[in-house]
């Protein structure tokens, strides 16, 4: 059985991950998922993405999240931190990715549970996302408890250029 590990990276760490996590957006993209870029979209292509992000880490704006299965990074999450003065209490989880060789093994519920744990630690208790509507992730976080707001028609492109929605959602970790 390969054994999976969920860690929460530091800066050095996050620094070691570049190329992996580079990697996994890649092959996302190139999977067809709408995550933030166009295709063609090379693992080259993604490290200034992934260069801000360890900034991001190392400035604490940023939790950085990682599943690794015998080592190999194949899945990663981030919460993002640095909200506006009057929502310390809220959190943005963005950018849950999995490798497409490792889909379907509960990566994502791992990533989606550390999330929230490390969200509870900082005393986050509302935390929102948004994601491709019609994608398999909608389905998956309604499965894991989010609470769907709406969809934006035309938010976002997909990899190939052509539109999609967005839909919105929240989650509460506790009594609102
Ligand atoms: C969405 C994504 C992260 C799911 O990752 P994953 O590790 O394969 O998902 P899991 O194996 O943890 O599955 C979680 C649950 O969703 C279900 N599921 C998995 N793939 C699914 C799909 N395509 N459609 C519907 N349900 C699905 C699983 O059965 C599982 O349910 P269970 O816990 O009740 O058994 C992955 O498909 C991915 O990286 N997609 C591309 C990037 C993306 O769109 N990310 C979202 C950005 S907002």
């Known amino acids: 059985m390969p054994q999976t590990t969920i860690r929460t990276l530091t800066p050095s ?4 991950a570049l190329p992996a996590l580079a990697e996994i957006l890649s092959d996302c993209v190139e999977g067809g998922a709408s995550v933030g870029f166009m295709s063609p979209y090379a693992a080259e292509d993604a490290m200034p993405y992934w260069k801000g992000v360890a900034r991001a880490v190392s400035g604490g704006e940023t939790v950085l999240i990682v599943a690794e299965t015998d080592s190999e990074i194949l899945g990663t999450v981030q919460l993002g931190i640095a909200t506006m003065p009057n929502q310390p209490h809220r959190a ?5 990715l999995v490798h497409r060789k490792a889909r379907g093994l509960g990566l994502s519920r791992l990533l989606m549970d550390a999330a ?4 509870a630690k900082r005393g986050r208790h509302v ?3 948004d994601t491709a509507t019609g994608s398999p992730a909608e389905a998956i976080y309604e499965k894991f408890g989010w ?9 976002a492109l997909m990899p190939d250029g052509s539109y999609c929605g967005s839909t919105f959602f929240y989650k509460a970790l506790g009594a609102l």
């Not at 760490?13 to 070691?16: D, K, L, M, Q, V």
């Not at 943005?92 to 849950?96: C, E, H, I, N, R």
């Not at 929230?116 to 969200?119: G, L, M, S, V």
Request: proline fraction near 4%.
């Open 13 to 16: 760490e996050t620094a070691a």
């Open 147 to 155: 609470q769907r707001v709406g969809v934006i028609p035309q938010y």
């Open 92 to 96: 943005d989880l963005k950018k849950l």
């Open 127 to 129: 935390l929102v996302l």
């Open 116 to 119: 929230e744990d490390e969200a």
